[in-house]
């Protein structure tokens, strides 16, 4: 049977979890199944999903507040609510979240493909090529992202991976503030004091390796995170 797409599917309900997963496949996704949102969110930076099948009660992130990282990532990626709560205030809470649909549990797992087949008709192509962008150019650097390279005219540097997803998700906002816990969370799926010492010293790095090109910068935000900014003057 040919692919159809590549699902994240997050979803704490070991049980639901394994039956929706099975479903999916048998009709020809492939479907990464995780159990909280931090473990979502790193999936959801390490790999080109086509869709997002979200629970809204999740472990260490809900899936609210996960959709909204998701979201600040990718604005067009299509993301599905999987939820307990029938509550219109929780529909649009989902809504504002950044949700294309919102499902009520218990749920027929026919339907949910029906809807998953009829988001993935309506998006697909919408943002894909910047969704899976994999190289940049910053100046007088390209950066390969799927081959872990940066490269300049006097000499090429092989980055380590997570060198390379931290240097990604600032090509990605470039000229925008980029948040210290939403890259922890994406690389490392945790945004604890000690991991922060890690980014800074992840950060101090990519800086030096930039450094042949003053029009590259990556500057601190006080208290916020980082912004790279290329001056194409």
């Known amino acids: 049977m040919k692919e159809k797409g590549l699902l994240l599917l ?34 959801f930076n390490e790999h080109p999903y086509d869709l997002c099948i979200l629970d809204v009660m999740l472990p260490n992130k809900d899936g609210f507040s996960l959709a909204e990282d998701i979201r600040t990532v ?16 929780d529909r649009i809470a989902g809504f504002k979240a950044g949700g294309d649909d919102y499902m009520t549990k218990p749920f027929s797992h026919e339907e ?21 962008r994999q190289s940049f150019e910053l100046g007088d650097y390209t950066f390969d992202h799927r081959n872990l390279m940066l ?50 010293v992840f950060i101090s790095r990519l800086r030096k390796y930039l450094k042949r090109d003053d029009r590259v910068q990556i500057t601190n935000v006080h208290g916020v995170g980082f912004k790279l900014l290329v001056d194409t003057d």
């Open 10 to 43: 997050v979803e704490d309900d070991e049980n639901l979890g394994f039956v929706v997963q099975d479903a999916l496949q048998r009709k020809g996704y492939k479907v990464h199944l995780c159990r909280d949102g931090k473990e979502g969110l790193r999936y």
């Open 74 to 89: 990718n604005a067009q990626v299509p993301i599905v609510f999987l939820t307990a709560k029938s509550m219109t205030e």
């Open 151 to 200: 490269s300049h005219p006097e000499e090429e540097r092989k980055l380590t991976r997570k060198e390379a997803e931290v240097l990604r998700l600032l090509c990605m906002h470039r000229d925008q503030v980029l948040t210290r816990e939403l890259v922890l969370n994406m690389v490392w799926g945790d945004d604890t004091y000690f991991l922060g010492r890690s980014l800074d």
């Open 112 to 132: 949910l493909l029906l809807r998953i087949e009829a988001i993935l008709r309506r998006t697909r192509g919408q943002g894909e090529d910047e969704r899976n």
